[in-house]
């Protein structure tokens, strides 16, 4: 048996694989390179937070938890997001513990989809909206941004996406791949929209605590948007824990008893040492945390600087830990760009273009990487432009 596309869902074949992959497949092939392009933190997770998975397993932790979660760890969720966005969460009926945010996106468009429902997704975005949105059977439709407006969402436009069908609005700031953020009026704009047009929106803040210019505002914060809002975070960026795979969502109680129906049947529950260990993160994590940030930032102003020195055009992100300069002064499109870089230079970055149509003639290039490699990278995309333009 050779052909198995008959017994393949139409549905699953017709999700292209992740841009991001496409190219990654490239640089494993290629020896040397410096990569500025895995989304990821480049710190190992602090000690106390391994110690205390270390603790878990050796009291004997390693059952199944409830299906929500620990219980100690979404009322430590309740607390920190009380503080941090203002919002008030019921830990019993409004927090469910997640294998990270992705696993928190799938569930909730699973969970509030109908067929032909439209989910309006900020372009350019994180790669995973759209397919979760055509594997629950609704169609995702995408809301450009624009670099002139520093890639935050403008509620003019968003308005202008908007048909009968459209139900939901996924916002994700401080924003992958852009690092753009959005401020509380930009968010009282978009409130506007979501209220006048009866729209329910998934917030993916799982860079909140990655903001270098003042602190992240929430659209769950502002008036008459708790309820309709559904607001995901996870320990994988500020805690450096992307391996752990926990996130959470908290929402109404109707949305989390939904979502929790979906994880329950396929997930169960998240695995309980990483659990303990987020705990100890949201405990006591804090301080490591800051010191993360503040050399992120320190990396996002050598970057900045070494884009300006070459001549690479590139907004000032405010948030995440990704610059998404314009390439559009060379004769390259972002792949093309990407791919000859990556060639030439042995520089890997990411075509902006496989975020959404409004990434292209930009790349992303992310910063969680030595200041050693940042500062050779730079010399070598210098070298690249020299010679192409
Ligand atoms: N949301 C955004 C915006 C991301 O950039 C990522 C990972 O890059 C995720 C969600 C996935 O997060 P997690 O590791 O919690 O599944």
Known sequence: MSDMSRYLSTTVKTIPPSGIRKFFDLVSQTEGVISLGVGEPDFVTPWHIREACWYSLEKGYTMYTSNSGLIE???????????????????????????????????????????????????????????????????????????????????????????????????????????????????????????????????????SELTYNGKHCSIASLPGMRDRTLL?????????????????????????????????????????????????????????????????????????????????????PQGAFYCFPSIKSTPFNSEDFCEKLLKEELVAVVPGNAFGNSGEGFIRCCYAASVKDLEEAIIRMGNFLNRHR
Not at 285 to 313: A, H, P, S
């Open 73 to 207: 760890l979404r009322e430590e969720v309740a607390a920190y997001e009380k503080r941090k966005v203002g919002a008030e969460y019921d830990p019993a009926r409004e927090i469910l513990i997640t294998v990270g945010v992705s696993e928190a996106v799938d569930i909730a468009l699973r969970a509030m989809i109908e067929p032909g429902d439209e989910v309006l997704i900020p372009d350019p975005s994180y790669v995973s909206y759209a397919p979760g949105t055509c594997l629950a059977f609704g169609k995702a439709v995408p809301v450009p941004t624009y670099d002139a407006d520093q890639y935050r969402m403008r509620a003019d436009v968003l308005e202008s996406c908007i048909t009968p069908k459209s139900k939901i609005l996924i916002l994700t700031f401080p924003s992958n791949p852009t690092g753009a953020i959005m401020e509380k009026a930009d968010l009282e704009a978009i409130a506007e929209v979501v209220k006048k047009h009866d729209l329910f929106v998934i917030s993916d803040e799982i860079y």
């Open 232 to 316: 995901l975070n996870g320990f994988s960026k500020a805690y450096a824990m992307t391996g752990w795979r926990i996130g959470y969502a908290c929402g109404h109680p109707d949305i989390i008893a939904a979502m929790t129906k979906i994880h329950q049947y396929t997930i169960m529950c998240a695995p309980i040492m990483a659990q303990k260990a987020a705990l100890e993160a949201l405990r006591h994590g804090e301080e490591e945390m800051l010191k993360m940030v503040d050399n992120y930032n320190y990396r996002r102003r050598l970057l900045l600087k070494g884009f300006q020195e070459i001549g690479l055009e590139c907004f000032e």
